[in-house]
């Protein structure tokens, strides 16, 4: 370890590289790969018969075994006096025309277009931390000059961001085109590695006249297409992005984490745009594996990556452990790219997920591929946009895995999340003409005409909601042909408000939703159908409360929170956190009336941000019911106005559960869908906090 650098600006330092020599005596020291691991990229791009300058030589063997393959015209030079009598001696017999020279690679002696290569291995790595680059820039300016046209400038580099922006902007300012080659390693090689980074090679070839447009271009290993880029940050980005999958790898292969869930994104050759995201899950320490489950890659399908087992790391864990195998590799499928089938996914992807195998796999090693009923499921879009407050998104059906078709509302900047989501059920036109018709599996396909079932809530959080309103004594004598008000902040895809306007008796919903593009296609996408008793209110969901409040004369027997967080630093990602202010909290309890009910849907994952909203609930409403929803983060909370008794609110809610569920009908006509919810199942689990 003494003979490495202290600092990265030793590795400029000709003093440094003159004490390093000395130490290092006979010993090569091969710093970024030795000739069989470069060979391949260098026979490419540098000819046999080339005059070649090796700037910045040292005491690499590499110049040595290039010239015993058949290259005889290199020039190799150094600032080091030791290294060149050393290498100049060590050659004096068995390869008398190789010569190395003290030359500083910033002004050499030799005339313009004097060589038709110049190979650097780890020489602009080292000067371009000397005076904020400008040696670098002396340095391939000097090797601009010497080159002919045609000319490329070879260099072998860890391309750490500073140096290979310096290099590509100098070559693409003089016209150059540019390439990087990802040397990847080879597998089962990772232990012996002296760098987690990986190695690049940056060609650089001369023109006549210089090129109007960039040619920038990044392969993988040594004859990997070229990727062409637009510009010099994208070329960047494309680094960072091999350097980060290349100290993952070596992560992976070198050891086992089970209490981590990594995750990486493998994106389109041709086009950059993302394919699959894999997911890596180690099995716990102590689990009683096979000796031959060591490996293996479940295929997530198609409309399911947003469900609980596979997109939440307690679902992750659940998965690997059922599955039994030392480290499973989870895949998802990303949307407008196209899978042909099963064993075409495979193919894809095995040569990519090997590298993720975990630590003393043997390579010949057999991996199975693991899936739900053996196919990639199904997705189709119906539709794409862009809302001014939530950005691009798209409408999609699904099968789910269920069997049943969904219909799913999708922003695009958080692909993990589905904002809303409907059952499909055939409509009532395409039902008439299947009638006749043998039933099979697939009678809801694709292509059949669909409409959404509004008696089905998809989310678990909605019907809680919606059971939380047993608290009001609904169908009760008392309370029978009594009306229901609710004001309601969050549209999504309408299917709570639907819900509460098509089967709660004498139900009146006003819901307030921001975003008009969201009430569009909640209006043209999922069966939303506003009314004299269902009203929508766009604008801010706070200003209307406030309005409201102010304005006075208007109550509500229920004010329901479901509106999501776009702030995503924040440990609560439902609601955002200025609607549970303890302001706010009081002028919803102002709206209620006296039998009132305020209902929050609260997505919080900061237990100690959590405790701090409870507690301000807490402080408006006399009594609070939480219900957890099971493998989801939500939890729903039931503020009642009314102060009620802790010993017998529970049980009473047993009794007024069958009630509210004895209500619930249809007044629409044909088709008449039921109300597929179970109010008892709902309440049962209510903790009074």
């Known amino acids: 370890m003494s003979l490495l650098p202290r600092t990265a600006e030793e590795f400029s330092s000709a003093e440094y590289w003159e004490r390093f020599f000395k130490k290092r005596g006979e010993r090569a020291f091969e710093w970024y790969g030795d000739y069989n691991k470069l060979c391949g990229v260098l026979h490419k791009y540098i000819k046999v018969q080339d005059k070649v300058l090796v700037v910045g030589c040292g005491n690499s063997e590499l ?95 860890l391309a750490q961001e500073a140096v290979i922006k310096l290099a590509v902007e100098h070559f693409v300012h003089m016209g150059w085109a540019v390439r990087l080659h990802c040397l990847q390693e080879e597998r089962g090689k990772e232990e012996e590695d002296t760098f987690a980074l990986p190695v690049f090679v940056l060609i650089c070839t001369k023109f006549r006249q210089p090129m109007p447009t960039p040619i920038l271009e990044m392969c993988v290993g040594d004859d990997g297409a070229p990727v062409r880029h637009t510009q010099v940050c994208e070329l960047l980005s494309a680094v960072r992005e091999y350097q980060a999958y290349s100290v993952l790898r070596k992560r ?22 993302p394919r699959y995201t894999v997911t890596v899950q180690d099995c716990p320490p102590g689990a009683k594996v096979p000796r031959s489950n060591q490996f293996a890659i ?172 047993s608290m009001l004594g609904l169908g009760t004598p008392q309370n029978k042909d009594v009306p229901v008000s609710v004001l309601l902040v969050g549209l999504g895809g309408g299917g709570l408000p639907q819900f509460l306007r098509d089967f709660v008796p004498d139900a009146a919903v006003e819901v307030v939703e921001l975003d008009p593009v969201v009430l569009e296609v909640a209006k043209e996408w999922f069966g939303f159908r506003p009314d004299d008793r269902l009203t929508v209110t766009l604008g801010d969901g706070l200003e209307r409360i406030c309005f409201l409040e102010k304005e006075g004369g208007h109550f509500f027997d229920v004010v329901m929170f479901d509106v999501d967080n776009k702030d995503s630093s924040v440990g609560m990602s439902c609601p955002p956190a200025a609607f549970v202010e303890t302001a706010v909290l009081q002028k919803v309890f102002n709206l209620l009336t006296p039998r009132g009910l305020f209902i929050l849907n609260l997505v919080c994952r900061d237990p100690v941000l959590r405790k701090d909203v409870l507690e301000r609930v807490k402080s408006v409403f006399p009594t609070v019911l939480s219900r957890k929803i099971a493998e989801e983060i939500n939890e729903v909370l039931l503020c009642s106005r009314e102060e009620k008794n802790a010993a017998h609110i529970l049980p009473s809610l047993s009794q007024a559960a069958k009630n509210f569920q004895s209500t619930l009908s249809c007044d629409r006509t044909e088709p008449k869908p039921r109300p597929l919810i179970d109010i008892a199942e709902m309440i049962k689990d209510l903790k009074l906090e």
């Not at 030079?77 to 068995?94: F, G, L, P, W």
């Not at 407008?336 to 090997?354: F, I, K, W």
């Open 252 to 273: 992976l292969r070198t050891s086992t984490d089970p209490g981590s869930s990594l995750s990486l994104t493998l994106c389109n050759a041709k086009t950059g745009l």
């Open 63 to 157: 110049s040595e075994q290039l010239y015993d393959v058949g290259y005889k015209h290199l020039t190799n030079i150094d600032i080091s006096e030791t290294v060149v009598a050393h290498m100049n001696q060590r050659n004096a017999e068995r390869r008398p025309d190789l010569t190395f020279h003290q030359v500083d690679a910033t002004q050499t002696p030799y005339e313009d277009a004097s060589f038709q290569a110049a190979l650097d291995k780890g020489t602009l790595d080292a000067m371009a931390s000397e005076e904020e680059g400008a040696l670098a820039r002396r340095m391939i300016t000097e090797v601009g000059r010497v080159l002919k046209v045609g000319g490329r400038y070879v260099c072998v580099t």
């Open 298 to 469: 479940f295929i997530v399908p198609r409309g399911s990556e947003t469900a609980w087992l596979y997109s939440s790391t307690e679902g992750r864990r659940q998965l690997a452990a059922s599955a039994n195998f030392r480290r499973l590799v989870i895949a998802s499928m990303h949307r407008n790219q196209e899978y042909t089938d099963m064993q075409a996914v495979q193919s894809e992807l095995s040569p990519v997920v090997m590298d993720l195998a975990p630590p003393g796999m043997p390579t010949n090693q057999q991996v199975p591929f693991l899936s739900v009923g053996g196919d990639l499921g199904w997705r189709e879009e119906v539709s794409r946009g862009v809302s001014p407050f939530s950005g691009e998104y798209c409408v999609e059906n699904v099968r789910g895995e269920d069997g049943e078709l969904y219909r799913r509302l999708v922003f695009l900047s958080n692909i993990s999340l589905v904002q809303s989501e409907s059952r499909l059920v055939p409509s009532t036109e395409s039902s008439h003409k299947k009638k006749n018709k043998k039933k099979t599996k697939a009678a809801v396909t694709p292509s059949a005409s669909v409409s959404v079932d509004s008696g089905f809530l998809c989310c678990a959080h909605h019907e809680v909601m919606v059971a939380g309103l």
